[in-house]
């Protein structure tokens, strides 16, 4: 595990590992500073105003906003701000034919781009059905949904990256493609396709890419295709990025498998406890395990999930505490040490739990031991 006194050092990092891999995976909690670490990166690769990272992050979603006509309540469409340099080659490179190629994938909801107004009008067609009820067989100035508009956003981006790949003069700056959570409000069938999508676009490609994400399914859909279509599994980098107390970062590198959120959660967890180093959020983080563990398990409480011979006579007690415990105040932003009573009434919820399902012992080595 690696250390970084601030994130702009941890960018720097990255870069130099840039060198040996084609492609970096960093997984992060929400609220560490994914996009913070983008907007690093991409300030590192700036020379004479000019820089060398591509990327997609929440400012590149804050570039579209809608126009709902409040006024008719009839026209709604989503703006573009033309201030953007993003937009700049948009009608020059006939761009909605290659948003097509991406977006048809999700939807068949048809799109057109107003260049002058800097806006797009969605429209669908009507099913023969649909279409008895209707006099026109195609709806216009519909408003699409937030997940569609995250497509149809992400879809855009990914047909600028297309002009980067095919190298196009207009992107021959671009060195690097630096993409940070582009699933927000897909559902788990979405962020899948999303992830193979990406992969098929960036394997052949020269650019170098950095992807992060909070969502544990999309980042094991990406190592499972990016392992296959990359090539040579040391071309591809995995990493763990966490935020330690106010002013540090550490970073984990893995070349296998990503584990699944609730065991990477647990080995977090255990790892805390045995160090001491306890935080009272990171009993919310202990309910939610114990929650998917009851819940895939059949049971209606989580106590169910600690209950033992050993500790029959306690765990309504510590469901209660549970419960007590979080539902206060408790941020990840502002992280609070557990009284000494607490870190022991949390490393006994935690070891019932973990000796009563049969996970990996190597997953929690003890200091004792």
């Known amino acids: 595990m690696d250390q970084f006194s601030d994130l702009r050092e941890l960018a720097e990092e990255l870069r130099n590992r840039l060198r040996e891999k084609k492609i970096i995976l960093l997984y992060a909690y929400n609220g560490v500073g994914k996009t913070r670490l983008s907007m690093e990166f991409k300030d590192l690769g700036k020379t004479d105003g000019v820089g060398d990272t591509l990327y997609f992050n929440a400012f590149t979603e804050d570039l579209f906003s809608w126009d709902n006509d409040l006024d008719e309540d009839t026209t709604r469409v989503l703006k573009m701000n033309l201030k953007s340099s993003f937009f700049s080659g948009a009608k020059e490179y006939a761009l909605e034919d290659k948003i097509r190629v991406?977006?048809?994938?999700?939807?068949?909801?048809d799109f057109q781009i107003d260049y002058e107004e800097g806006s797009i009008s969605f429209?669908?067609?009507?099913?023969?059905?649909?279409?008895?009820?209707?006099?026109?067989?195609?709806v216009d100035k519909i408003k699409i949904s937030r997940g569609e508009e995250t497509i149809f956003i992400w879809c855009f981006f990914l047909a600028v990256v297309q002009l980067v790949l095919d190298g196009d003069e207009g992107y021959s700056w671009v060195k690097y493609i630096y993409i940070d959570d582009p699933i927000s409000s897909l559902d788990d069938n979405n962020a899948v396709a999303v992830a193979v999508?990406?992969?098929?676009?960036?394997?052949?490609?020269?650019?170098?890419?950095?992807?992060?994400?909070?969502?544990?399914?999309?980042?094991?859909?990406l190592w499972s295709v990016c392992k296959d279509g990359v090539g040579k599994r040391k071309r591809l980098g995995s990493l763990h990025f966490k935020k330690n107390g106010e002013d540090s970062y550490s970073v984990s590198y893995t070349n296998d498998t990503p584990r699944f959120l609730h065991v990477a959660m647990l080995e977090e967890l255990w790892r805390r406890a045995e160090s001491g180093e306890l935080y009272t959020y990171h009993f919310a983080m202990l309910r939610n395990v114990l929650e998917r563990a009851a819940s895939f398990h059949g049971h209606e409480q989580f106590d169910e999930c600690f209950k033992n011979k050993d500790i029959q006579e306690e765990s309504p007690l510590y469901s209660r505490m549970i419960n007590i415990l979080t539902h206060g105040n408790y941020s990840l932003y502002e992280p609070v040490e557990m009284m000494e009573d607490n870190k022991a009434l949390f490393k006994q919820i935690l070891s019932a739990f973990i000796k009563n399902y049969k996970f990996n012992p190597k997953l929690f080595p003890s200091r004792e031991t």
């Open 197 to 221: 999508l990406l992969m098929e676009i960036l394997k052949d490609g020269t650019q170098r890419a950095v992807i992060s994400t909070h969502h544990a399914l999309f980042y094991n859909a």
């Open 102 to 109: 991406f977006w048809r994938r999700f939807s068949d909801i």
């Open 123 to 138: 429209s669908r067609t009507l099913s023969p059905n649909e279409e008895e009820k209707l006099e026109d067989a195609i």
